[in-house]
């Protein structure tokens, strides 16, 4: 079974910066690999997502575009999320997803389960 796990999270100061990971074991390729954070008293958002096939697209939400950069490594079945000049308002549980096909829209087919991203001085 293909399960995904997120490293990386941890205290940083408001304009600081913090690289996550998220690593899928398991025979596994995916389509699309997601990032999704849910902070306290918000709904969860999809933030930021990359894209295979002919090329290679990358999306990203308005509130961290500029600062937040996300890439992988299909070799190594590995997603990362590089995040710069930090705001407090980026604190939050950060989950990676993904999903193998096309099929089903933005249903993701795994996730991982979160690691803590605390933006404070």
């Known amino acids: 079974q293909v399960q995904l796990v997120e490293s990386g999270g941890g205290l940083v100061q408001p304009g600081g910066s913090l690289s996550l990971s998220c690593v899928a074991s398991g025979i596994f390729s995916a389509y699309v690999w997601a990032w999704y954070r849910q902070a306290p008293g918000k709904q969860r958002e999809l933030f930021a997502s990359?894209?295979?096939?002919?090329?290679?697209?990358?999306t990203y939400k308005d509130s961290v575009k500029g600062r937040f950069t996300i890439s992988r490594d299909n070799a190594k079945n590995t997603v990362y999320l590089q995040m710069d000049k930090l705001k407090p308002e980026d604190t939050a549980v950060y989950s990676c997803?993904?999903?193998?096909?096309?099929?089903?829209?933005?249903?993701?087919?795994?996730w991982g389960k979160g690691t803590l991203v605390t933006v404070s001085s």
């Open positions: 997803a993904a999903k193998e096909t096309a099929a089903g829209g933005f249903r993701m087919d795994y």
């Open positions: 990359i894209f295979s096939g002919i090329s290679i697209s990358t």
